[in-house]
């Protein structure tokens, strides 16, 4: 009897120990996380709440306290604010036309990178080097590269081809930054060759036995088999896409003669116009906080639809190795 | 062209085989060198259409204002003096600080606070932990504009406006790629060294220290070179928080300031400002591109 006591005291205890040490795992483990734990209680989780808030409010930040006005701010948005429209279809040009361009272009890269059997090494750096280019750099120096007299126009002049004015004309303001883009696709470009060096050789060995041509091994083998790597980047483009911001900025202030042809926010003739920059300005220049953070909103559910959508077209398109996902 | 020589190869080489001889090993041997010629003539087009843009630059940075609108693209004379002009203009030293000060105090806040999470998200078996590392991930994604307003509003309150405060004190507290990338790379570290120190008695603190960080220093150099080029290259964030005040503006901001008020008819000083801006990255790159290029894969490819 006596035995059975000490039994059960024990168990007892052993009870109250491993409480003790389960309560004492989870300090640590919180502490662990602590810094992002406030972090995304402070950054993120607050912020995107008080944005919230804000787009049903009429707020200037700092004198006035935001003031409830339902839902004018986006009644506003979508019915009488032309700027936010031209803004939007500018953003999407840069999603829809830019991104896919600029995928294609690194692809085409990469591909051209595996096909040397020496100096690859080389060629990879040059092809960064340009992706190491702070982007107000790089806008800087395409102000100057795209110039009337810059010399892109003295390349297509040599070649008797038409000399655009760029980012002076509002039809080739954005095919101007595209360009600007796709000088600093290097990112892309090593991501691609890493996914291109993984394809298996026996796969192109076996379709050369079949007779397959290059563009059939391309299309059947190379494109399937680093699809996932091309969703990938596809869906970080799109994300990025809608938040198009310094380079815009920059080119848009910097361009553009003194006086009355002086550059301004989405110059030429708000072309430049983006999403990112005018909201910027209702925010930020403006302090209209409350109508801003109502753009910031239709931004994110937009930005969330075409992920998702994006996701959801994946299992058409991206082959998983081993049925992956 | 390769094309060209299996049209004009083939039937001979054939003829040949049934002829009985040999393959004359020169017409293979030209026929593959053909293709490598073809080869490495569309990677050095695609190299000099990557490395053109920055001889322009260069080479206009050290014309003279007059020459740098014309269409001229060689300097004459070479004015070597637009580099001190650049630094006599504009205070780019000042804003080179600045830089150097929220590139570096945010490279360290980034590795302190994202090594400690990485190594739980990892090493430490709890309930939950998946979501978690869920919500992560899917802070990533979140467009930076939706935070912006309220954020803008805490540090007017704090009084952190015009100051480097509201662009270093975040990166004290995790960065979501930085956790991502850790994680990522602490999962490869095998469970016997982390047993091991288990059984000697170690506690987590002393695990992640002796053994993951030790063992994790390639991807503790990528996190940080990447924050140290995310904080350089950083121009929205130094735009909206220096609220105008030209002490703290970084180089993105400054060089930016300085275009717009000379825009377009200063291009040579412009060009030359531009080279100051990106020297330190590039060189910077050159030196430590392998950790570069294994950080953007481990990404983009385990991603």
Redesign the interface.
Known sequence: MAVAVTVQATTAERQQLRRRRGRR??L??L???S??V???L???V???F??LY?SFTKYD??RLSPRWVGLFNYQHLFTQDPLFWKSLANTVWIVAIGTPLQIVFALS?AW??T???R?QGI????????T??????AA??????L?S???VN?ILRLLHLPTPLWFLDPAWSKPGLVLLGM?GVG?AI??FL??LL?VPTHLYEAADIEGASAWQKFRNITIPMISP?IF??TVIGV?YG??Y??EA??VG??????GAN??GLGSPNQSTLFY?IQ??HQ??EEFH?GY??A???V??VI?MVC?LALIRSSNRWVYYQGGFR | MSVASDVSGRPADAAALLAGRRVPPSAAKRRRRLI?VG??A??IT??VM?????V??VL?SLMTQHQ????D?WPHPFQWSNYRTIFNDAPIVRYAWNTVVYAGLGSLGVV???V??A???SR?R?RGRQA?FL??IA?M??????????????F?RLGWLGSLKPLIV?A???DAFS?FLLRQFFMTIPEELIDAARVDGA??FQI?WNVVVKLAKPAIAAIALFEF?YA??D??GP??YANNNQNIFT???G??NF??AH???L?NL??A???V??LP??I???FA?KA??QG??LT??K?
């Open positions: 795992r989870a640590v483990i502490a662990f996380m810094p992002w406030i972090g995304f402070w950054f993120y607050y912020p995107m008080a944005t804000f930040g700092i890269v051209a990178l096909r040397p059997k100096g060629y990879r750096t040059l092809y960064f080097l340009p190491m280019v702070p982007a107000v750099a800087l120096s395409f102000i100057y590269l110039s007299n810059g010399p003295s000088w990112e090593v991501i890493a996914a993984d790597v990938f980047s994300i809608f938040q911001f310094t900025y920059v202030l910097g361009t553009g003669g003194a002086a550059g990112t909201l910027y925010g930020f906080l801003a953070s753009m910031a909103w931004l994110f930005v992920t | 490598a080869n490495h569309l990677a695609f190299a990557f490395v053109a843009p920055f322009f630059v206009t740098a609108l014309s269409r693209l302190l606070s994202s400690p999470v190594y739980a998200l430490i709890w978690v919500i992560v802070t994604m979140l467009p930076a504009q939706v935070t912006i307003v309220p954020l803008y509003i805490i007017a975040p004290f507290f995790g956790i506690n987590e992640m080029l350089w290259n121009f929205f735009l909206l180089l993105s901001v060089l930016q275009t717009t825009r377009a008819v291009f412009q060009m400002a531009s080279i801006f990106m990255v590039i910077l790159f050159l591109q570069f290029i953007i894969t983009g490819v991603g």
